[in-house]
């Protein structure tokens, strides 16, 4: 299993976006042996017509001619913006990001390698149409996503965005488009964080036909811990996710919702992205690539690069910690591999398309479900898990044919509460 890592260097005048971003997260890739095992793909710049796949003709213009511009031209040209920063270089380094997470996705989609990571400044997902914004210049996740589309015919695209902050620009430019589902959870609490706004609540779903595929998870206090990253991505990412059965999954990688980032102030571990991009590998014939976007604890930073990059090299997960019961099963602690929990959501279809003795088995497992969901049983784990390590009950359960094609049923990762 292959992976790469690509890093621009750009200094911009900030206290937290800082050049030291790259160069910690690479010198841990070398330092654990990671490069070696890497194909490191040639970077270049992106060409215009890359980048107005997402912005305007107006934007970009304007963009090129900051490296004409004075120190003073250059702060006045930064403050039609948002929190970001220019400087005489930045335009020649965003063309790199993009051109980065472009060569990403070519070696992906023509199969040169099948997975991998591009570590890249400036970030991109707050990038609108018209407008730097947060630190990002061009959207390089929106872009790769577009070119994809048009270069590829890709038609399904999962973006998942696990960055601390609401990536509005993503949103914005897929609200309408039901080809591109848009997943973000995002530190919000009832809108006092930045970047403030309304459209990054939990009741914005889309506009027209991409109604339905844009979704936000907004937390409404700090402090977040594993199991809560992992509840989310399995009670609600994972089941639609499934369902949108997407060609091509990208990655916000935000790692500032890692424990100790000063903008995050989360409590989840470095260890946790590891198995967050394990999950996703489970889609798309593992066709993941996975753009740098905040993080801005160099130490958790570092660390959250390295577990995500091990896992797209098909290293075994790391023991999780800091893990309290999950939610769905609170008295029990288990976690759901993301099939099964494919299987229950869509137990309709798996019913539909079983056997009597099928039926008959997959119904008992339901109705466990939903009673241990319920804290309706006590002391069923055991009977639960034997019956499903049973040969006798996998063949009797593997006689549907749907659920052959799509879960391991006795696929279980359980954690004590």
Same mark, same amino acid.
């Given at each position: 299993?292959?992976?790469?890592?690509?890093?621009?260097?750009?200094?911009?005048?900030?206290?937290?976006?800082?050049?030291?971003?790259?160069?910690?997260?690479?010198?841990?890739?070398?330092?654990?042996?990671?490069?070696?095992?890497?194909?490191?793909?040639?970077?270049?710049?992106?060409?215009?017509?890359?980048?107005?796949?997402?912005?305007?003709?107006?934007?970009?213009?304007?963009?090129?001619?900051?490296?004409?511009?004075?120190?003073? @031209?250059?702060?006045?040209?930064?403050?039609?913006?948002?929190?970001?920063?220019?400087?005489? +270089?930045?335009?020649?380094?965003?063309?790199?990001?993009?051109?980065?997470?472009?060569?990403?996705?070519?070696?992906?989609?023509?199969?040169?390698?099948?997975?991998?990571?591009?570590?890249?400044?400036?970030?991109?997902?707050?990038?609108?149409?018209?407008?730097?914004?947060?630190?990002?210049?061009?959207?390089?996740?929106?872009?790769?996503?577009?070119?994809?589309?048009?270069?590829?015919?890709?038609?399904?695209?999962?973006?998942?965005?696990?960055?601390?902050?609401?990536?509005?620009?993503?949103?914005?430019?897929?609200?309408?488009?039901?080809?591109?589902?848009?997943?973000?959870?995002?530190?919000?609490?009832?809108?006092?964080?930045?970047?403030?706004?309304?459209?990054?609540?939990?009741?914005?779903?889309?506009?027209?036909?991409?109604?339905?595929?844009?979704?936000?998870?907004?937390?409404?206090?700090?402090?977040?811990?594993?199991?809560?990253?992992?509840?989310?991505?399995?009670?609600?990412?994972?089941?639609?996710?499934?369902?949108?059965?997407?060609?091509?999954?990208?990655?916000?990688?935000?790692? @500032?919702?890692?424990?100790? @980032?000063?903008?995050?102030?989360?409590?989840?571990?470095?260890?946790?992205?590891?198995?967050?991009?394990?999950?996703?590998? +489970?889609?798309?014939?593992?066709?993941?690539?996975?753009?740098?976007?905040?993080?801005?604890?160099?130490?958790?930073?570092?660390?959250?690069?390295?577990?995500?990059?091990?896992?797209?090299?098909?290293?075994?997960?790391?023991?999780?910690?800091?893990?309290?019961?999950?939610?769905?099963?609170?008295?029990?602690?288990?976690?759901?591999?993301?099939?099964?929990?494919?299987?229950?959501?869509?137990? +309709?279809?798996?019913?539909?398309?079983?056997?009597?003795?099928?039926?008959?088995?997959?119904?008992?497992?339901?109705?466990?479900?939903?009673?241990?969901?319920?804290?309706?049983?006590?002391?069923?784990?055991?009977?639960?898990?034997?019956?499903?390590?049973?040969?006798?009950?996998?063949?009797?359960?593997?006689?549907?044919?749907?659920?052959?094609?799509?879960?391991?049923?006795?696929?279980?990762?359980?954690?004590?509460?």
């Amino acid at each position: 299993m292959n992976c790469r890592s690509l890093f621009v260097h750009f200094s911009p005048a900030c206290k937290i976006e800082v050049p030291e971003r790259l160069t910690v997260s690479h010198g841990a890739l070398v330092r654990n042996g990671l490069t070696d095992r890497c194909i490191c793909l040639p970077v270049r710049e992106a060409v215009d017509a890359e980048i107005l796949l997402v912005h305007s003709e107006e934007y970009l213009e304007a963009v090129k001619q900051t490296p004409h511009m004075t120190l003073e @031209d250059l702060k006045e040209f930064t403050l039609q913006y948002g929190d970001v920063y220019f400087h005489p +270089n930045i335009y020649h380094c965003a063309k790199l990001a993009v051109g980065s997470a472009l060569q990403l996705v070519d070696s992906v989609l023509m199969g040169k390698v099948k997975n991998g990571m591009a570590l890249v400044r400036p970030p991109g997902h707050h990038s609108m149409r018209s407008a730097a914004n947060g630190f990002c210049v061009f959207n390089n996740v929106a872009i790769a996503a577009q070119y994809a589309k048009q270069k590829y015919g890709v038609k399904r695209i999962l973006i998942v965005d696990w960055d601390i902050h609401h990536g509005q620009g993503v949103q914005y430019c897929f609200e309408d488009d039901p080809s591109v589902l848009y997943f973000s959870w995002h530190r919000y609490e009832h809108q006092k964080f930045w970047p403030n706004l309304k459209d990054s609540d939990y009741d914005i779903v889309g506009k027209g036909e991409g109604a339905g595929f844009n979704i936000n998870v907004p937390w409404n206090k700090v402090g977040m811990e594993n199991s809560d990253y992992l509840s989310v991505f399995c009670h609600l990412l994972l089941p639609i996710a499934y369902e949108f059965c997407p060609d091509l999954v990208l990655v916000c990688a935000g790692f @500032d919702s890692a424990i100790g @980032d000063p903008e995050g102030e989360m409590c989840a571990t470095p260890d946790i992205f590891a198995h967050l991009t394990y999950l996703l590998m +489970n889609l798309a014939e593992g066709k993941l690539c996975a753009v740098l976007e905040g993080g801005y604890n160099l130490t958790s930073l570092a660390q959250s690069v390295c577990q995500t990059v091990q896992t797209l090299l098909g290293d075994p997960l790391p023991p999780l910690t800091n893990l309290t019961a999950l939610r769905l099963f609170p008295k029990f602690g288990i976690i759901i591999n993301q099939n099964i929990l494919s299987f229950y959501f869509q137990r +309709n279809d798996f019913l539909k398309d079983a056997d009597d003795g099928a039926v008959t088995a997959l119904s008992r497992v339901f109705s466990l479900i939903d009673k241990m969901k319920n804290n309706e049983v006590e002391n069923q784990i055991l009977p639960f898990f034997k019956y499903f390590f049973d040969e006798k009950n996998k063949q009797t359960i593997m006689r549907s044919s749907y659920f052959f094609r799509s879960v391991m049923a006795w696929r279980w990762l359980v954690m004590p509460p």
